[in-house]
């Protein structure tokens, strides 16, 4: 079974400061991933995707990749309390699927 | 904003009745996906589409059946609600395999 593993949290943080999401995955064929934020009630949201090894950075947000050692994460410089929210990794299984972790709670604290 | 509605956002529903929640997509993605999020275990998903009749199960899918006789419309049916399918039921879509769009979300409460 082909697996991505989020930490649940919280994980709190001042407002300012940088939030750092770990995902890992266990296929390592895996090509691409994503990076989802879920306010609470509501629908899961695309805020990045990244396809290759190194950084990617858009605005506040950068999804860092590393295919040698499995995992992706997700920065959020200078955190406000509107980043409150769960964080889902995905990563496409197969042909025509993807695999969801189950998610990180942030919380920034004002 | 991807073009997903979902129908209905809230459903109470008794044991035992069949239940159908439709998606409806306007992007005209080939690929549509439904999950069901529950404290504890993320989302998962219950059956997915590749194509208009072509669907497949996914890791939740006893209890569940799927169609899609047209490329915008994937409709889920709870053959016979039970309590455990209690949830929040997200349709999402995709092109090919990239970026997924979800659905507002239908929560559905047996009782």
């Known amino acids: 079974q082909k697996e991505v593993e989020q930490n649940s949290g919280p994980l709190s943080v001042p407002e300012g400061a940088i939030a750092s999401l770990n995902c890992t995955y266990s296929?390592?064929?895996?090509?691409?991933f994503f990076w989802y934020r879920q306010y609470s009630g509501k629908s899961p949201e695309l805020i990045m995707f990244?396809?290759?090894?190194g950084d990617k950075e858009d605005g506040r947000f950068t999804a860092q990749l590393n295919k040698a050692s499995q995992y992706v994460s997700l920065l959020i410089r200078d955190s406000q309390p509107s980043d409150s929210a769960t964080y889902l990794c995905?990563?496409?299984?197969?042909?025509?699927?993807?695999?969801f972790g189950t998610g990180t709670r942030l919380k920034v604290l004002a | 904003d991807a073009g997903i509605t979902q129908s209905p956002r809230h459903k109470v529903t008794e044991t035992g009745t069949p239940v159908t929640l439709r998606c409806h997509q306007t992007?005209?993605?080939?690929?549509m996906y439904w999950y069901r999020q529950d404290p504890g275990h993320g989302l998962r998903l219950i059956h997915y589409?590749?194509?208009?009749?072509?669907?497949d199960k996914g890791e939740v899918s006893d209890g569940y059946s799927v169609s899609r006789s047209k490329t915008e419309d994937f409709l889920l049916t709870l053959e016979s609600a039970t309590s455990s399918q209690t949830s929040v039921y997200f349709c999402?879509?995709?092109?090919?395999?990239?970026?997924?769009?979800f659905g507002q979300g239908t929560r559905l409460t047996v009782v």
């Open positions: 992007e005209n993605h080939r690929y």
């Open positions: 589409s590749y194509g208009v009749k072509d669907t």
């Open positions: 999402a879509i995709s092109r090919e395999l990239t970026e997924a769009f």
């Open positions: 990244i396809y290759s090894n």
């Open positions: 995905a990563v496409p299984s197969g042909t025509y699927k993807y695999i």
């Open positions: 296929d390592r064929g895996s090509q691409s």
